[in-house]
């Protein structure tokens, strides 16, 4: 929690939804993290610029001189070692930021919940600091056919990005609720609606007994 207000992860496959999940609890009052967009903006953070620029050279820029998104997938999906060097540059920027982003945000009574829109929640180790974690499903042809459209990726791509992280049902298993998102938006708004006040309700119960417990072992220290 930050300031009595509670994190809420956000996984699943990639193509499944999982930002317009985060959108939804937005609607309902939560700020929303997205790690995604976080990842773009530290591509232009003159210290992870020059670190790209020392391991793969000057052809990792476009004429433009922004970083080549699509040449880093290119390096690190497949090559282990890329990656979790990449993961280690980035990872501690999106980090600082997001809780930077949380204190100015902390006072504000219109928030009632961090939303944490991160692929990589389990992966990263960021899991550790959520109050609740929402798995957000979707069929693979379904999100094989999202990711089509919107990325132009065939399934090939799909599966090579996939296979670079947790296995979803592994996700699935360690989340504590799931999201289907495989109706129409407002299915699934519903779906999001329903769940925000459990949520809510299941963490307080257990911030309340959290207290109890501490307050019943200080008397027992005391005594």
């Not at 937005?26 to 773009?40: M, N, P, Q, T, Y």
């Not at 501690?92 to 809780?99: A, D, S, Y």
């Not at 938006?185 to 459990?198: G, I, K, M, S, T």
Request: proline share 4%.
């Amino acid at each position: 929690m930050v300031a009595g207000k509670p994190i809420i992860g956000i996984t699943g496959g990639i193509g499944s939804g999982k930002s317009f999940v985060a959108q939804l609890f937005g609607e309902l009052g939560c700020h929303v993290i997205d790690s995604d967009a976080r990842a773009r903006t530290a591509l232009s953070d003159p210290q992870i610029r020059q670190a790209l620029r020392e391991w793969w050279g000057d052809q990792i820029f476009l004429p433009d001189g922004s970083v080549d998104r699509g040449g880093i997938a290119r390096k690190v999906f497949g090559d282990h070692d890329a990656r979790r060097r990449l993961e280690e540059l980035i990872h501690p920027w999106i980090e600082r930021n997001r809780q930077a982003e949380m204190a100015q945000f902390a006072s504000d009574p219109k928030v009632l919940a961090f939303i944490w829109d991160a692929p990589l929640l389990f992966e990263a180790g960021s899991v550790k600091q959520c109050d609740a974690v929402v798995f957000v499903e979707a069929p693979l042809q379904l999100r094989s056919e999202r990711v089509g459209r919107s990325r132009g990726w065939g399934p090939d791509e799909l599966d090579r990005r996939e296979n670079s992280q947790w296995p979803l049902d592994k996700k699935r298993e360690l989340s504590d609720y799931v999201v289907n998102n495989t109706a129409d938006a407002a299915q699934v708004r519903d779906q999001v609606r329903e769940l925000f006040p459990r949520i809510l309700a299941a963490i307080a119960q257990r911030s309340e007994a959290s207290q109890d417990a501490r307050g019943r072992h200080s008397q027992g220290g005391a005594s």
